[in-house]
Nanobody, 127 residues
Framework: QLQAFGGGLVQAGGSLRLSCAAS????????MAWFRQAPGKERDFVSA????????YYADSMKGRFTMSRDNAKNTVYLQMNSLKPEDTAVYYC??????????????????????WGQGTQVTVSS
């Protein structure tokens, strides 16, 4: 199971850190990702991280502002969001997918094929 938290209301230019806690004993075997869905829009890929945490991937619009990380000892992934904009307002979801033994797949780095989803956490950025 995945549980995301840390959302809230923030002014434009501010920062938030989202967390996603996972249950289970094989957390490091899973690629993890963040997605977001704004009202009336499709769900968008935000970022992904390999099981060991050594590789991260971002949607172009998030590069330089968002940083994804993980702490496998705590079964938790994080999304540090800086320089927030009103257009970042959305429900943010974390997701997990079993990682191939050879490493994160190209599909996973682009947010495809994630099988396990948590409930979302609302992020609202005011102008």
């Amino acid at each position: 199971q995945l549980q995301a938290f840390g959302g809230g209301l923030v002014q434009a230019g501010g920062s938030l850190r989202l967390s996603c806690a996972a249950s289970g004993r094989t957390f490091s075997s899973y690629a993890m990702a963040w997605f977001r869905q704004a009202p009336g829009k499709e769900r968008d890929f935000v970022s992904a991280i390999s099981g060991g945490g050594g590789n991260t991937y971002y949607a172009d619009s998030m590069k330089g502002r968002f940083t994804m990380s993980r702490d496998n000892a705590k079964n938790t992934v994080y999304l540090q969001m800086n320089s927030l904009k009103p257009e970042d307002t959305a429900v943010y979801y974390c997701a997990a997918d079993r990682q191939d033994p050879f490493g994160i797949t190209a599909a996973q780095t682009m947010g495809r094929g994630y099988q396990h989803w948590g409930q979302g956490t609302q992020v609202t950025v005011s102008s």
